[in-house]
């Protein structure tokens, strides 16, 4: 049973740290501004950088409330314009509201973690670094298996992936966007949330690669003392 705690602790950790590594590269406003240069943004959306970083800093308001409305005019193509559509508007309400359950998973699954962790070293501190270590390891090889798929799919066909991500956390189809006519769509492109993705497991990677080397640390210093 012990075992088994360890091990959902520690996969409830990884997951806190997948969700966690989403949300500071989605709140970087400088991966927006790298990106829309790398992607020659002003160009296809006819707004300047500037233009594009108010837009920017309007969405990540707009997801974290501080502020209840997406309306913003800039010059697009030479002409003073709305940046956002209605249709636009519509489907940024199920990108907040999938914002928001995806925070509230974050904690709960960081406050599970630690009620895990927290149990368990209480009722068995002499046996705790060598338990949370195999836990850490059943959760590594776990988080490599998942790393693996998303990196297989997203190097052969990560459109696909792509469009199967959104028909399962969306439920209607305002994601389907024109480039001919979105705004928004011609500022996040695919390559835009490839390299967003990307970005997301690499501070993953590192985060988990951290927690795993402090507890072999901890581990080896406190059999180096025994």
């Known amino acids: 049973m012990k075992k088994f705690v360890y091990r959902i602790s520690c996969i409830f950790l990884m997951l806190f740290m997948i969700l966690f590594s989403v949300f500071t590269v989605v709140n970087t406003e400088s991966f927006y501004t790298k990106q829309y240069r790398k992607n020659n943004t002003e160009k296809y959306t006819g707004m300047s950088m500037e233009d594009l970083d108010r837009a920017t800093v309007m969405l990540l308001d707009y997801l974290n409330d ?37 925070a509230k998973s974050m904690y709960t699954l960081l406050a599970g973690a630690l009620a895990g962790l927290t149990m368990l070293f209480v009722k068995d501190r002499a046996g705790f670094l060598n338990g949370i270590m195999d836990g850490a390891k059943f959760a590594l090889a776990f988080a490599i298996i998942l790393s693996m798929g998303f990196a297989l799919m997203f190097i052969f066909d990560f459109n696909a992936f792509w469009t199967v991500f959104h028909h399962v956390v969306f439920t209607n189809d305002l994601w389907l966007l024109d480039p001919d006519i979105s705004t928004m769509i011609n500022m996040f492109p695919l390559n835009f949330f490839l390299a967003m993705c990307t970005g997301i497991l690499t501070r993953f990677a590192v985060l988990y690669f951290a927690f795993f080397t402090v507890i072999k640390l901890l581990k080896q210093q406190v059999e180096r003392n025994v």
């Not at 940046?83 to 359950?101: A, W």
């Open 66 to 102: 501080r502020r209840d409305d997406l309306d913003m005019q800039a010059e697009e193509f030479g002409v003073m314009a709305e940046t956002f559509d209605e249709r636009e508007k519509t489907h940024m309400i199920d990108v907040k509201n999938l914002y928001r359950f995806a």
